[in-house]
């Protein structure tokens, strides 16, 4: 029945036009803030948010509808999906839940809103208010349900043209699935965006100052409880203040208060439910018998018995391979590593496939630089902590197993939510591209002119290596970088739609994927420089998250790549003459940095004597 509501609805949200679409969720920001406390009080009773916590909640929200009315109203051109579900969790129940919403209507499309089966009350009311402004009943609707029986049979649905989902990687992987099968029936591309967990880790060196680093290892392994996507699961200390550092970690834990969330004093909450406790738990008493150091809150018998608190808990491990996945709680590994071995560390993040945030503390400029530079990871933040991601501030969502992009409360978001999203527009000269202006000489000589013609069009849109300065507060530096992916899968059963993919692929500065190279003779050598032919997506060994299809190797390819367990992998489909979405295959990386970090000029410290 809101399928068929939200199939008759569809084209007539469309086409009440960006502009009242956007005034309509710029009114729920409104309301949102005049029922503010309302809303605390449901993150506290049903999410078990601090009040610190359930203010932020709140203005997160507000800032998502304020930021996604906005774009639309100033760029939303572009034609709707249709349907769209969004898929929220329960650790945000507010704000990612209407971060999801927002953006799907402004761009144009009717939504099915799936909460998290533990916090539909507080999505209900979010409803209820963006009915009050305006939003027609048959546009939004709530579902509230079981993931296996809701979110599977909403997925699976071939009215449904888009999914937003923030949550397991393992579910998410799952969703991926589902949509694969269907695009090989259908024969078209369903949106996904996916946001999903991470490996967290701060690397701190010998620079560092140890009581910021202390005050931001709290807030950002222990606030709502460890219950972040971004939340810090790895300390990693320079052997050097190691000692030093984790004596002050603890000393500064014992001032922590865990209790009842609405209280003014507590600090920590609960986490979700006893399910969770007890994984928690589990994975603590297993990880003592081996770590190298444990330290734990003790709580009280009267609280543990009244609710399902888990005491913030510190353990001291030999290496990031000891973690097979992500612990969700207030749980905080500690390694210890020597100077020396800081390109091994950084190599060992990345291999662990997630990508989402990633800390420095460092005075030394060109240890901040190489970390920034080599790490894989959507969000970096220098001398500060590494969660509170602030919508329009700091761009979030991660790459490899932490999600398939674009970032929420970033430039691309709804550009995903919409049918032929007009290029993203950026200032300045592009930089020379021999590899697309030899292909394209290639290309003309040998009669390709449509091919020549789009060459020409990536020269002057691509987007890689910009960079964009991003609004924040005083003493805070925020940048938005479009950074090379590295290697993007490319299958065409032509030689026309081949130069289309390779052209795009190189104008992006990333290097291309071929299962076959039958198709590559007798193009230029700097082409093929950048060319890898593998013999199968099996057992290769370079990682890529963006596949480039046609009609003939789409059906082929879309299961098999997303049968896998590693890096979700997003396909888009390919034309001889029709243009490719340049912002599809650029990383984004946002750079957060504390300008105002204590203990002087760190420039100074790289001056010789």
Known sequence: AALLAANAQALHWQGRGAVERARIVAKVADLFESNCQELMALAVREAGKSLPNAIAEVREAVDFLRYYAHQAATDGTAAALGPVVCISPWNFPLAIFTGQVA????????????PAEQTPLIAHRAVQLFYEAGVPAAALQLLPGRGEVVGAALTGDPRVRGVIFTGSTEVAQLINRTLAARAVKEGVEIALIAETGGQNALIVDSSA?????????????????????????????????????????????????????????????????AEARDNLVAHIEKTKKTAKSFFAL????????????????????GSLAELKKE???????????????????????????????????????????????RAHVGNIYVNRNIVGAVVGVQPFGGEGKSGTGPKAGGPLYLKRLQS???????????????????????????????????????QDTSPAHAILDLPGPTGERNTLAFAERGFILCAASSIAVLLNQLAAVFATGNRALLLDGALLAG?????????????????????????????????????????GDGALVSLIDTTADTAIPLWRLVAERALCVNTTAAGGNASLMTLGL
């Open 103 to 114: 953006a799907a209507l402004v761009a144009g499309n009717v939504v099915l809103a799936k």
């Open 209 to 273: 100052l140890p009581e910021q680093v202390v005050q931001d290892a709290l807030s950002s392994a222990f606030d709502s409880a460890g219950q972040r996507c971004s939340a810090l699961r790895v300390l990693f200390l320079q052997e050097e203040i190691a000692d030093k550092t984790i004596k002050m970690l603890k000393g500064a834990m014992q001032e922590l208060k865990v209790g009842v969330p609405d209280r003014l004093a507590t600090d920590i909450g609960p986490v979700i439910d």
């Open 298 to 317: 003790e709580l009280p018998a009267s609280l543990t018995a009244n609710g399902t608190f888990v005491a913030p808990t510190v353990l001291e491990i």
């Open 327 to 373: 612990v969700f709680g207030p749980v905080l590994h500690v390694i210890r590593y020597r100077r020396a071995d800081l390109p091994q560390l950084v190599d060992a993040i990345n291999a662990s496939g997630f990508g989402l945030t990633l800390g420095v503390h460092s005075r030394i400029d060109e240890t901040i630089d190489f970390i920034a530079q």
């Open 420 to 458: 032929k999203a007009p290029e993203l527009q950026l200032a300045g000269a592009r930089p020379a591209m021999p590899v697309v202006k030899a292909l394209a000489d290639w290309a003309g000589a040998n009669g390709h002119s449509a091919a020549v013609e789009l060459m020409r069009h990536y």
């Open 523 to 563: 193009l230029p050598a700097i082409a093929m420089q950048n060319v890898e032919v593998i013999k199968d997506l099996a057992t290769h060994t370079h990682a890529f998250q963006v596949a480039l299809v046609d009609t003939g190797t789409a059906a082929l390819l879309s299961s098999r790549l997303a049968a």
